[in-house]
């Protein structure tokens, strides 16, 4: 019995050190920047950054002061579920409940060297990873790693533009999207692409399916090469435009167990990082039982 209990005290221990492993070292900005060679489609009004005013005035007072012109759809951004659903909601009635959420990511990289643009996220992917990882939490956003934010600094590559002028990269199918919103757990899915929908996909059936159930999509995220695929929070910052159907999105994670998470987070946070003194505390219990367990059976 007291030996059950040293090894439960130490698997647990060995436990925690684990799971701390799989998690994020740092707060990571997922966003890309703004300026004039930022991506958007083709119909949409590109971002057009203006210097206006940069100057020493008379005073003695640096002024600087810059405009800038922007379609909502672009570069790193946040596409409510209004976009594709005349019910849904527009940027600024989404729930700030479902925009400071766990995160976890999903990785399909490996898909997209095999079938390059014509890689699809398929139900198996989730199903495996969830086999992996476990079950997706609650109220979290998916991120899917295709692996394509390489290409960003070309917007030809990216896009995958030919010479009809199709678009050709990697996206959800529509099975994974239907998998999406029968899981009820999932408030957003965010790509590493310029679409949920694969860039041959014109009709956006992704981008249909999920916003009939308000799930958001973030589109253009900057996802590094190492990130984890759990343990980290995902502070979902859309521009607050009152009917967007989208808008410029800063997308930060955070390790889920950091200081930095506010309060009212730790309802939806997951267990506890366990702080060094209980690691103390456990190691010394461990000692002690186990001081305890071979005295007891060391002969008269
Ligand atoms: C961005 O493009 C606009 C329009 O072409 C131009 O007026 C502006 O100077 C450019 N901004 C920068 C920083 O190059
Ligand atoms: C999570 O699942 C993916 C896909 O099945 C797998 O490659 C990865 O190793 C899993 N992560 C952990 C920490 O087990
Ligand atoms: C972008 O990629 C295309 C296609 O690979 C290539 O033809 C073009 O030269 C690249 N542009 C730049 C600026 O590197």
């Not at 909601?89 to 400071?100: N, T």
């Not at 692996?147 to 994974?176: C, H, M, R, V």
């Not at 995220?221 to 859309?238: E, M, Q, R, S, W």
Request: with cysteine; charged share 20%.
């Amino acid at each position: 019995m007291r030996c059950f209990v040293v090894f439960f005290f130490i698997g647990c221990y060995l436990e925690t050190i684990s799971a701390t492993l799989t998690r994020l070292e740092d707060t990571v900005d997922l966003t890309w920047s703004f300026d004039n060679d930022t991506i958007y489609w083709t119909n949409s009004q590109p971002f057009v950054f203006t210097r206006k005013i940069a100057e020493i005035r008379r005073d003695g007072v640096w002024y600087a002061a810059n405009e800038f012109c922007a379609g909502e759809h672009g570069g790193t951004h946040f596409d409510a579920p209004y976009h594709f659903n005349k019910q849904g909601w527009k940027v600024a009635e989404i729930p700030l409940s479902r925009l400071i959420v766990r995160g976890v990511k999903i990785d399909v990289t490996e898909e997209v060297e095999l079938l390059k643009d014509k890689a699809l996220l398929l139900p198996e992917h989730l199903e495996q990873w969830e086999e992996d990882n476990g079950s997706i939490p609650k109220n979290s956003v998916l991120l899917i790693k295709f692996g394509w934010s390489k290409y960003y600094s070309n917007k030809t590559e990216y896009l995958g533009i030919d010479q009809q002028d199709n678009l050709n990269f990697p996206g959800l199918s529509e099975a994974a999207a239907e998998w999406i919103v029968k899981s009820r757990k999932i408030v957003g899915v965010g790509v590493d692409t310029a679409s949920a929908d694969a860039g041959r996909d014109i009709n956006f059936p992704v981008h249909r399916i999920l916003s009939a159930h308000q799930i958001y999509v973030l589109e253009n995220v900057k996802i590094p090469a190492a990130f984890p695929d759990t343990g980290f929070i995902l502070y979902v910052l859309p521009m607050k435009i009152q009917d967007g159907t989208g808008a410029p999105l800063r997308l930060i994670a955070i390790p889920h167990d950091s200081d930095l998470v506010p309060p009212n987070l730790k309802i939806v946070a997951m267990s506890p990082a366990v702080p060094i003194y209980s690691h103390i505390i456990i190691i010394l219990s461990s000692v002690v039982l186990l001081v305890l367990y071979s005295s007891s059976n060391v002969p008269e």
